[in-house]
């Protein structure tokens, strides 16, 4: 029996939604709607007495101020002429049916099951004009909905809505074996067919496994046939994915640079430069007597010491491909995913702190064509926009930081980048928090949501299998609040001593957290019947690598399992106990005590074949451009300001909450009047004291055009400069300050292929040198990795065309702050405050913004020059210790004029410079050049002095702040710049609107 | 006496209870974040503190509209004892205790019918929704304190600088009978002002809209307090977006942030008069 509900504003009641929706619907799609009435129908399938489906209607759901509540029929008026209904595709989260079904018992006073969905909530929009019928598809698929996890009624409304999403799966709970002893060229049909993405040589490592006589032996006592299961090779699969064991980086690649004439075999990227550079800095900080550096490259974050009560762990993330088909979903499971690295680090239930979200997108007014299954850059960049929104603000943890950067190549694939930090105490319980350690026969625990059949195999779900009761797979939708209570959980379990260690379930769900916790003690048993499904009848493998959200894997000693219960039951989190570690060297799945795997942990993990691959670097060949002498630089400047890559980010840094915790010291805009952009974030960790940390971000995927070292190295510089722009101090193997990074490789498809991949080598050759450039500033300045990803398939192909992302590194950065007090924002504070710029112009305009406006390249790529930085940033700590910076701004996108006008931008002061002692340089360098390391300060005059005495020929005195509210630059004699503040603040405001 | 108890309550996606509990601390408090269920389970009584706390969050993901199902679990669940909350909570009041509420905490508070319980039923009578611009936000605003209103949380205050943080933040009354009720008994403590204090409508200086430019509410008691932006947010100058500025101009500032007053108030209150 169903019954409906519907929910409708009163009339007089702002239908902020439907007003929204009318005017997205003309804006972009030049629809006129007339007037549009928005509702929520709840389909409520428990068996609910009238009185009770009445008290549940009016108390549970209706707000009586607002609503008018509908029972079993639908609100129907022929004012509006068309409707279109928005609903669930069958298995999409509904946490909205969920949360009713939560308040139905509450209110009732019942003890129905709300682990399952029985209540289905959708959207019902009503539309005055008589839309067309393309035109109700338009605005289904491409404003309100996706069509991979919504389903579409529309048309004209008679009054019934019909459709109700529920699951239902027709297939047996079985295993099935697969023979391997076929041709080659079925190998590689058979990979294809299962989806298993294994290369020849891959499946052939796994088929002369099963060939081994001991293997045959031991699968004969465990009553197994020679044949590998379905279950066995989804786990090989899964656990050899270029997501899980990252075997490009570790691949043997023959490089030869044609530059150079030098040829050179690396023996893994990850190892040559990204391991080893720690590795490294780790030796001289033992040297020197340090102890911070906890934990590198293992488990699922970095960690490092802050002080004798708390360590800090963090990491950063990507969801390029899920955030490219769906763009909310991709990018809210990705900082939920995420949240649960540092989460699940060591024994686990770190307090989290912050998040950043870096974002790459093509513009948002982009005008090709969309190729078939190529979203629009606006809706990428909205709806990832509302996942790191909700992501972010329902699970309390601030985002703070963050960049966005437009480049058309990212129209294919944008990059979603997600980082979070969080905070543990040095011990749980006499416990270093940090360490796993796990025993034979400590518990398998699985925690928070239950299993579905949510992400295997992701978007390639076989058409074949579907029909309207099939439960979409290939994308999810975050649930913040299942993870929320999870979290408080976890926390409140590991304070208690319940549990052992910790993980996430993301990628590869059971099989990866098992397989790699498994590691630690030599094995494991599964007990898959014990998982807990959101729908019944999954097989046992798709149980097993299912990627359903919001999980952990707890491991617990027996002796506290029933204490964990208690806990848990008290929160309303979910726990099964489904098997327990083992030291036997094997991964045993079991599912009602038959067999579905039974692999050699050795096999499983270092089985897979090492890849070879071959790079070629040739120097490209690029020109500066020539300009005329008579620019209007008032016209280049308002452009500037006013462009993509530079505008003020306010209107998607106020949707988020930054200050939620109320530890958010440096906020993303400061100042007057909370307008003026900063460099990096400083947090605090705590109440008690003023300790904090310093969270940057280094991305410039422009320079890589010119020259991927310099990008890769300038965007090094970035981060570093940055936290020394807040007032943050250099490392030194001296003190006990941490300071770490996560480096984030997202690159195209690097593999040569001669017909599908014919610039393979040059690519690879690319990501090379960026790996270059990474060890070699990570060495110089004592600044380890101590965690990172790779992404290395970011093209999007549709039929001939392939849009390929343009290689891109972020380096996240943190450093600790000895007390946040003392840090210093980009606002400029006072009149007569002087201004300098800090660090030397060269002639760099090379993909500078500048030369961007006018469709120019150039050839002279800002070169960071190490030494020449570290000098200056130990001036930087110098004048800070004694107090005399008042603002500091890096230099970065746009040069000088930009960063002079973005610390005058937010403050009622206008500005006057005086460029001429910067000669030796063209004005167009001087004003827009980006080289790397330079600042703009300002000061107190009477601090001038001393100021000039610590920098010497490292600081320029160009001007002054001064209360006209104008900006003027003067140079040789002549005023080329003259605007008002005003006008550069309100096209720098504007500019992504 | 010895040190003033605050309960903070947490748990369902409650997420501003460490901020809450520190401004007590700060302020002298002892304070003690429980979860509800070891409130419904009877691990915690309400009626062992001084004043009860609902903080800001996103309880259940604000599905069903924000604070809904929260209060609804509050105002109909019935505890372990077989007592309902709701009873609990009016014999706490009935001791002459304190109940606040902000952000996610005032929707609970309203959606209860806590506030403003003019009739005396305990029944909703406003609500606080959707934000006119649609959006949730994350901003600075002022508050103006209403002279007139006699709660002892806000005493000594006159315009308060506070971030609000919300996207269902919108006030608004049943009707103009009520409306009139919370002026004529001045319920209505704190307005959405400019810098100067002046009572403004302009967006953002009111950020979502709400009617009588009403950023927090009282009973006619003063006992129960609400309110959307977040004073736990500003315990420290340095939570302020200017503080960088401030202390250059004011070199004297205190440390302390003017959010912190409010819990100071409270908590000396309590002293005085127990």
Known sequence: MRNQIQLLLKNEIKDVLGEKVQQDAADFFQIDTGKVKTSKIYNVLFDLSQPELERFANLGLKDEMIHHVYINELFHDPFFQTFLLVAKLPGVTDDEGISAQKTLNDILELQLDVKTQHIYSNDLFLFEKALSHKNLQTLAENLLGNKLIHHFEFGEFTGIIDYLPEVKISSKEMVSFIDLNVSDKELLELSKRMLLSLNLEEMKAIQSYFLRSDVIQKRHKMELPTKPTDCELEVLAQTWSEHCKHKEFAATIHYEDRETGETETINSLFQTYIRKSTEIIKKRLEKAGNDWLLKIFSDNAGVVKIDDNSVFVWKVETHNSPSAIDPYGGAITGILGNNRDPLGTGIGGGKLLFNTDVLCFAPPNFKKKLLPGQLHPRRIFNGVRHGIEDGGNKSGIPTVNGSIIFDERYSGKPLVYCGTGGVMPIQFNGKNS????????????????????????????????????????????????????????????????????????????????????????????????????????????????????????????????????????????????????????????????????????????????????????????????????????????????????????????????????????????????????????????????????????GICPKFGDLDPYQMSAGAFDEAIRQIIAVGGKLPDPNSNRFWSVNDNFCVPDSAYDPVSNPDGKLKLAKLVQMNQALFDMATFFNIPMTSGKDSMKNDFKAGNVKISVPPTILYSMTAKIDDVRRTITSDFKAANDLIYQIGKTYDELGASEFYNLFGELGANVPKVRKENAKVIYQKMMLANEQNLIESCHDISDGGMAVAVCESAIGTNFGVELELSELQNLSLNAILFSESHSRFIVSIDQKNKKIFEQIFADDCTLIGKINSSKNLQIHFQKKKVIDMEMRELEQVWSNGLS | MKKVRSLIITGFGINCEEEMASAYQLAGADAEIHHLNDIFGGRINIQDYFILNFPGGFAFGDDLGSGKVLSNKMKFKKMSNGNSFFAEIRKFLRDGKFILGICNGFQFLVKMGLLPNISGKWQQEVTLTRNDSGKFEDRWIHCKVNSQNRTPFLDGIDVLPLPVRHGEGKFIVKNEKIKNEILKKKLNCLSYCDAKGNIVAEYPLNPNGAELNCAGLTDKTGQIFGLMPHPEAFLSLYNHPDWARLKRVFPQISEKGAGLKIFNNIVEHIMRNN
């Open chain 1, 434 to 697: 940090w360490e796993k350690k796990i025993e034979n026969g400590n518990l398998i625990v699985m925690a928070g949501g239950r299993v579905g059949k949510d992400g295997i195999h992701g978007a390639t779900f076989s058409s074949a299998e579907i029909d309207e009761h099939s439960p979409q797979s290939a994308v999810q939708i975050g649930s913040p609040i299942t993870q929320k209570l999870l979290a408080d959980f976890l926390q409140e379990a590991a304070e208690k001593g319940l549990i052992k260690c910790s993980t996430d379930n993301g990628a590869g769900g059971l099989s990866s957290s098992i397989g790699e916790l498994a590691e630690i003690s030599g094995g494991a048993i599964v007990h898959l019947e014990k998982v807990p499904l959101k729908y019944p009848h999954l097989k046992p493998w798709e149980i097993f690598v299912s990627e359903s959200q919001e999980r952990m894997t707890l491991v617990v000693k027996k002796a506290n399992l029933i204490a964990l219960q208690k806990l848990a039951k008290r929160r309303e989190v979910e726990i099964s106990s489904i098997g327990e570690f083992t030291d036997n060297g094997f991964l045993d799945v079991q599912f009602a005590g038959k067999r579905c795997a039974y692999l050699d942990m050795e096999f499983l993990h270092d089985g897979v074949p090492k890849k070879i691959m071959k790079a070629v670097w040739e120097k490209p060949q690029f020109k500066e451009p020539s300009f005329s002498k008579k620019l209007d630089y008032n016209e280049i400047l308002f452009k500037l300001m006013g462009s993509l890559n530079i505008c003020s980010r306010e209107s998607v840094i106020r949707q988020y909450d930054h200050e939620v915790k109320g530890k958010t010291i440096i906020k993303p805009l400061m100042g007057e009047k909370a307008k003026t952009p900063q460099d990096a974030a400083v947090m605090r960790i705590n109440f008690q004291n003023y300790i904090g940390i310093a969270i940057s971000n």
